[in-house]
């Protein structure tokens, strides 16, 4: 079946310093990818989407490639700020059907002044 | 509109009791999803609805767990005789699918997070 394995955190980084949290996935066929955020008392909130292969999601910053040779949507950020604390998810989903998304485990991020 | 409305915030219910959770959409959205988010855990699929129909579920949804979307707008999830097992937040989602469009992101609800003791 369709799964999302990412890296498993906590990840703790100083303010500025460069950030990338590692997604790799399995599916059939060519699903959509997305990194989700969820900071502290929110709800989870989508942070940048990937549809087909090669496309590059990016917003706030934060951008992500997919690659379908390595099954990769790693999420990078050049400078973190210590807003960007907060548990990121990598999901996809199959289009078509109902585009349910399955979830990996969650990276928890913290950023120090 | 406000995005996806969930109640109760927080529900602490004692073991064999039944509970109910309200989600309202975003009003437009004919998707809705539930999701359950276990302690460490990502968000994993329950069921979902097109407008009022239920077209899927997961396995793990047990014969205790109904959920209804009577009028296709809000959604109701219950849990009867509950378990301790099922303490976990309860999230919904919403999204807008058009024929011959693509899909919109699926907004989320800030959850329902339930305590069994």
């Known amino acids: 079946g369709n799964s999302v394995t990412q890296m498993e955190g906590p990840v703790t980084l100083s303010e500025e310093a460069f950030l990338t949290i590692n997604c790799t996935y399995t599916?059939?066929?060519?699903?959509?990818l997305f990194w989700y955020v969820q900071y502290p008392g929110e709800g989870l909130q989508l942070l940048l989407k990937?549809?087909?292969?090669?496309d590059k999601g990016s917003n706030k910053g934060f951008e992500a490639t997919y690659r379908k040779e390595t099954t990769s949507f790693h999420l990078e950020k050049g400078s973190v700020q210590v807003s960007d604390s907060a548990v990121y998810f990598c999901?996809?989903?199959?289009?078509?059907?109902?585009?349910?998304?399955?979830f990996g485990k969650g990276t928890k991020l913290t950023v120090n002044p | 509109d406000t995005g996806v409305s969930q109640n109760p915030r927080h529900k602490i219910t004692k073991r064999g009791q039944n509970v109910t959770f309200r989600c309202d959409p975003i009003?437009?959205?004919?998707?809705l999803y539930w999701y359950r988010q276990t302690l460490g855990q990502g968000p994993e699929f329950l069921t979902y609805?097109?407008?009022?129909?239920?077209?899927?579920k997961s396995r793990l949804l047990s014969d205790r767990f109904s959920a209804e979307r009577p009028k296709g707008s809000f959604s109701t999830l219950e849990i009867q005789r509950t378990e301790q097992g099922d303490s976990a937040m309860y999230l919904c989602?919403?999204?807008?699918?058009?024929?011959?469009?693509?899909?919109?992101?699926?907004?989320f609800g800030q959850g329902t997070r339930l305590t069994v003791v």
């Open positions: 989602a919403s999204s807008l699918s058009r024929w011959g469009a693509v899909t919109t992101e699926a907004f």
């Open positions: 599916a059939t066929g060519y699903p959509s």
């Open positions: 990937a549809t087909k292969a090669d």
């Open positions: 999901a996809l989903s199959r289009q078509g059907g109902s585009e349910k998304l399955v």
């Open positions: 009003s437009e959205h004919n998707r």
């Open positions: 609805f097109q407008n009022e129909a239920q077209l899927e």
